[in-house]
């Protein structure tokens, strides 16, 4: 389904479960108030959730009325899929793997999205995301909290104690250990593609636009650089990420590094709860690759057999040509 030129107007839901249905992958849900019934119910019509991530709000006044419904996350937990909170948004903002969003006045809820006998009545419309778009959306998810167990249990609590309660105490997000993450990995296949969709966005395909678009708010690059500028300035970027150095750092020690190492090793080391599953992390360790091959002289990878391996190598080595 594209962006169209009508509004939408209540059951919102219908519209969303149509788009689902015709194979449009749900990938960033935004509300500030979310119910696990609702969310699990509107999932139901997804045939994929593997790309998808919510964020919400939590604060006290959400929490001790019960307009925040902590349990979403372990419906979400069970389905491997992130959540957020962020305690500024009043933004609705569906967002499907082919680029366009459904942008509403409606809440991840019964009333919101139409499946309560007395709704509320809303109103949408689908859009066509730009590239501004999705740096504002890639924005937003870092200025977000990561909920985990921890996470949850305090606010499940707080909800329980403080319902309806008059006088609130503050609701106060943890602040997060500096921990390596998977979000801090590029998107884009490789530093080559990435310039030439930051030198022509023309060129972008629109499904590789959260890609392009991941990299440019995590690389943090102002426009107009030449081309030894863009890939001197990603360049120093990209190797200053504890996640990369730590990596090379394995791959140094250990003279190479198969595939399935390096991937149980992010496993093992990177923060993501849940813990992505191996097979979850096989896309994200061949764009590594590539990455670490075009920034390391001392790096290259081979095919033997099967399996990826990446070696270190002490020689002189050669920049990998732009």
């Known amino acids: 389904m594209g962006p169209t030129a009508t509004l939408v107007w209540s059951p919102i839901e219908a519209a969303l479960t149509q788009a689902l249905e015709e194979g449009n992958h749900p990938c960033l849900l935004i509300a500030p108030f979310a119910t696990r019934a609702a969310l699990k119910r509107l999932l139901g019509h997804a045939q994929s959730t593997a790309d998808l991530q919510v964020i919400t709000r939590w604060n ?3 929490l001790a009325s019960g307009a925040a419904d902590p349990s979403v996350y372990k419906l979400l937990r069970e389905e491997r899929v992130p959540l957020y909170i962020n305690p500024k948004i009043h933004l609705k903002l569906y967002i499907l793997r082919n680029n366009v969003a459904f942008h509403t006045s409606g809440n991840l809820t019964a009333k919101g999205l139409g499946y309560a006998r007395e709704s509320n009545i809303e109103v949408g419309s689908f859009v066509e995301l730009t590239r501004q778009d999705w740096l504002k959306v890639f924005e937003l998810l870092e200025d977000s909290t990561r909920v985990d167990d921890s996470l949850y249990e305090m606010a499940a609590q707080y909800a329980q104690q403080h319902r309806a309660s008059t ?5 106060d997000l943890p602040t997060p250990d500096v921990e390596f993450s998977i979000l801090s990995l590029p998107a884009s296949p490789n530093p080559r593609l990435f310039y030439n969709w930051y030198r022509d966005l023309g060129s972008l395909p629109d499904d590789q636009l959260p890609a392009y678009a991941h990299d440019a708010s995590n690389f943090e690059l102002p426009a107009g ?3 030894a500028q863009f890939y001197s300035q990603l360049g120093e970027q990209f190797t200053a990420r504890p996640l990369v150095a730590a990596i090379v750092q394995l791959i140094r020690d250990a003279g190479s590094a198969r595939f399935g190492l390096v991937k149980q090793w992010l496993q093992a080391n990177c923060s993501d709860k849940p813990t992505p599953r191996r097979r979850e992390l096989t896309d994200h360790v061949r764009v590594l690759y590539d990455w670490l091959d075009f920034f390391y002289p001392e790096l290259s990878w081979s095919r ?8 270190w190598s002490d020689g002189p080595g050669t920049q ?3």
């Not at 033997?304 to 391996?309: A, I």
């Open 60 to 62: 006290q006044q959400d």
């Open 167 to 171: 006088e609130l105490p503050p609701f």
């Open 225 to 227: 650089l030449s081309s």
């Open 304 to 311: 033997p057999g099967h399996s990826m391996v990446i070696r």
């Open 320 to 322: 990998r040509p732009r």
